[in-house]
């Protein structure tokens, strides 16, 4: 399978993307999919039915919505911005354990996404980044004892040479024995888009090679390092044998969520007050496809910066005219426009170097949100 396989779900495959498409197409699809108008009345109808299915009102299907969550560090207060205090990690726990939520390995949704399968509401995975020795000491310890299920992206080279702060093999190996998931994280934890296409091969096909020799089990799972990604690296992710990988940026799965840039959901100090926990383990799919750039690196040959960024609404939400979207450096974004199913937005300046998000956003009639991320790179 490639990359951006399944992606364009509204052309069948082999059609032309939306680029191909002129403005009266896709203004009869806007009529065709049955665009609603978002008023009022409307609304007032649907937040007064108290089901999830009639609050949609022919939104979209949910059957395979999930959240990832992403942790790092436990008790570590030197370290803010990857770190989760323990009282903060207590209350998602507490949150976690009520009956609302499915709490399943991150397996499981992966599972369900290549089989078309539907999840449970509420489904919800969590998983934590580079092997951080909290986890051992803090974060397993209290996930056990609550029942959750997770998973753990391991970058081998700092376990291999006995880093401090960063769990040995043997903690590893315990984890994996108690019935935790160990994913791919690389070899080094590098900037991948930075690497020449044989280095960042092997980064990939290497750390599998060490976690099969020390775990007994080739990873089944593959997450970006700091969520950077580009087309060429997840074409190589999908040549060795995963069948999704996961980012480092916000928003719910769904259907048409692109299978190897799937997002994950950041919790750390400054993001994980109970209140966005609540907000962000009940967000929903947003359904975009077509999404543009579809290559995260804008280093990437024939990129443009700032990049010309849309996406089309692959089924339609219940309040389109409440659509907001934001970028992690300048906040909302004013310059957006809807075209039908089609929405644009135009930047003024060039995305810094570094990690851009771009964010979007919009309110369901239940008090849930539709949440949709993306993350574009430029090297330093």
Known sequence: MKWNEGVKTIATRGAPSWRALSVLPLILLALAIGMPAGGGAARAQSAADGSEAGARGGGPDDSQAAVVL?????????????????DQFEAHIEELSKPRYNVVPLSTVVSALAKGEALPPRTVAITIDDAYASIYTEAWPRLKAAGLPFTVFVSTDPVDRGLGGIMSWEQIRDLHAGGVEIGNHTVAHAHMPTLSPV????????????????????????AFPYGEASGQLMEMVAEAGYSHA?????????RHTPRYYLPRFPVNESFGGIDRFVRIVNALPFPASDVTPDDPDLGAP???????????LAEPVEWPKDIACYHSATGRVERMEQLGPRVEL??????????TRINCTVPTPTGRWRWFGMQYYLAE
Not at 246 to 254: K, R, V
Request: proline residues 7%; positive net charge.
């Open 246 to 254: 996961f980012g480092q940026h916000s928003g719910a799965i769904g």
């Open 302 to 312: 024939g990129a443009e910066n700032p990049p010309t960024f849309g996406f089309t």
């Open 346 to 355: 135009r930047f003024d300046q060039p995305f810094a170097a570094g990690r």
């Open 199 to 222: 280095r960042a091969r092997r980064e990939i096909t290497r750390a599998a090679e060490r976690l099969e020799e020390e775990l007994g089990a080739a990873p089944t799972l593959f």
């Open 70 to 86: 992403i942790y790092h560090r436990f008790g570590e207060t030197a370290f803010p911005t990857t770190n989760i205090r323990l």
